[in-house]
């Protein structure tokens, strides 16, 4: 092996496994080998091919065709549908909402009406793109309210939102009501399905209960899945439909105003690698129809399994029961979800916290794979021995003091220099010895008290703490200087 890829090698065994069905986020694990041999292969095969001009590259336009054609298939588009594949699904939420306030260019400060328990994306959205967010607060069962979200609908109103499931409590909000009420006044309606459209339909076909939100339901105007979550694809695929060309054209970028080639997108990248797609396209015709309804079925049967056995473990409690394969979970007064977190990554699980919001508790995040069938077992005993590990170690407190000067601080005034004294108070970055290089920024082993108290922290002052703590991890490695 060449110096760099035993290197690489050696860089990656500190990475959370993607494999082994034992990070329950970020990662999707079919468990099936020859599917992701091929996967890998075929992004290798592609790696040098530009996505940029379909003309020079057309198998990466036949490609793209089909895995459009597939996705439609399986969103019960209607024959009018297009779509566009995309590096993920942030990329697509951004053109649904860049396409919404393009197609009303007469809307002087559009708006988009959205759940507050839908994905950040939609506020790095309206950041991106000035489309003001109105968060309507979700139902007690954790879906959104569409009468309330009708009232807040108006004529600066370009995009209305709904989640199949959303990310954090994992059900389906009533797309049904809030398509109809958005198509009553002509305003678009997306579907975030990036998460759960690949997973619902093989759901409804096992025969589980579905509650209706793909193209079937009217209003349904477009629909974002990712094929680098369920699709159990390579990273860098999501597909975003849209119901109509018409709807789509907004999207498309063209640009004659220079004199080099005219440029001509879809997407927000313009050279793009052909390797997502083409490992998506071939990891779609290796599962086909057929190995994406045995892998639901499978991880459907591990959500279940999941599920019924945190009913035995006392001071654990599923928030919602699920509708897809995401399942957040809370603690009683005992311990904290932080710790559990923890203890878990202590037995070589990782699950993802989730901090308080809107008055919800902190949760524990479980995106479950069809790899993790195979070891739910293994996963209850170790979530069990978690929870009881946590609970001896009584829920995580924060020093009132710090928790009092956290509070009286407004992020807008701080200093560089008092982002630094914060990030070392909190544990986030222990000291760099004056040298700002980042190799002395690896995390502490435990994250609890530094979640505790960026728990505690507002919004602002925990989005502000961790933009400083990124500026300060992403410093160049200099040969020089
Ligand atoms: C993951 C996710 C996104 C964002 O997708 P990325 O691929 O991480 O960019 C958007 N919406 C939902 C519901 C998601 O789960």
Not at 14 to 19: C, F, G, M, S
Not at 105 to 126: C, E, R
Not at 169 to 198: F, K, L, M, S
Not at 444 to 473: G, T, Y
Request: glycine share 8%.
């Amino acid at each position: 092996m060449s110096d760099a890829l035993a290197r690489l090698k050696e860089m990656q065994a500190a990475d959370l496994p993607v494999h082994g069905g034992r990070t329950l986020a970020y990662v999707y694990d079919s468990g099936l080998a020859e599917v992701d041999e091929v996967g890998r292969a075929a992004v290798a095969a592609y790696a040098g091919s530009n996505g940029l001009d379909p003309t020079a590259f057309p198998s990466l336009l036949r490609m793209e065709n089909d895995v459009v054609g597939f996705t439609a298939d399986l969103l019960d588009a209607p024959a009018t549908a297009v779509g566009t594949v995309t590096s993920g699904g942030t990329e697509s939420v951004l053109l649904a909402v860049q396409a919404a306030r393009d197609g009303s260019p007469s809307v002087a400060a559009p708006s988009m009406v959205l759940p507050d328990t839908v994905h950040a994306a939609f506020h790095k959205a309206a950041h991106y793109f000035g489309v003001e967010a109105r968060l309507v607060p979700v139902g007690p069962d954790l879906r959104a309210d569409p009468a309330a979200m009708a009232a807040a609908t108006d004529d600066s109103t370009v995009l209305v939102v709904a989640s199949a499931p959303s990310y954090a409590h994992g059900v389906v909000d009533p797309v049904t009501e809030i398509a109809a009420a958005a198509a009553a006044r002509g305003i678009r309606c997306h579907v975030d399905a990036c998460i759960g459209g690949w997973v619902l339909p093989y759901a409804a076909r096992l025969g589980r209960a579905v509650p209706p939100w793909t193209f079937a339901v009217e209003g349904v105007t477009s629909i974002s899945v990712d094929l680098h979550k369920y699709g159990y694809a390579p990273k860098g695929t999501s597909v975003l439909l849209h119901r109509t060309p018409e709807l789509r054209r907004p999207q498309f970028f063209a640009s004659a105003a220079w004199p080099g080639y005219t440029m001509l997108n879809s997407t927000m990248q313009s050279t793009k690698s052909g390797g997502p797609l083409a490992g998506a396209w071939a990891v779609l015709r290796t599962l086909g129809d057929d190995g994406y309804l045995r892998l639901t079925r499978d991880v459907l049967e591990a959500v279940d399994r999941i599920v019924a056995g945190i009913a035995a473990i006392p001071a654990l409690r599923v928030v919602v029961p699920p509708d897809s394969t995401l399942v957040a979970l809370a603690t009683d007064g005992s311990c904290d979800a932080f710790t559990v977190c923890d203890e878990m990554a202590a037995r070589g699980w990782y699950v993802q916290p989730q901090m308080s919001y809107a008055g919800g508790p902190a949760t524990v995040h479980l995106s479950v794979s069809a790899a993790t069938l195979a070891s739910v077992d293994d996963f209850l005993v170790a979530l069990a021995e978690a929870v009881a590990a946590a609970v001896a170690a009584g829920p995580v407190a924060v020093d009132p003091g710090v928790a009092a000067y956290i509070a009286s601080l407004d992020p807008a005034t701080l200093t560089d220099a008092d982002f630094d004294g914060l990030l070392a108070a909190s544990g986030l970055v222990g000291g760099d010895g004056g040298d700002g290089a980042g190799d002395d920024l690896a995390l502490p082993d435990r994250m609890a008290e530094v979640n505790a108290m960026l728990d505690l922290a507002s919004p602002a002052m925990r989005e502000a703490l961790l933009v400083a703590f990124l500026d300060r991890l992403s410093r160049p490695v200099r040969a020089v200087g």
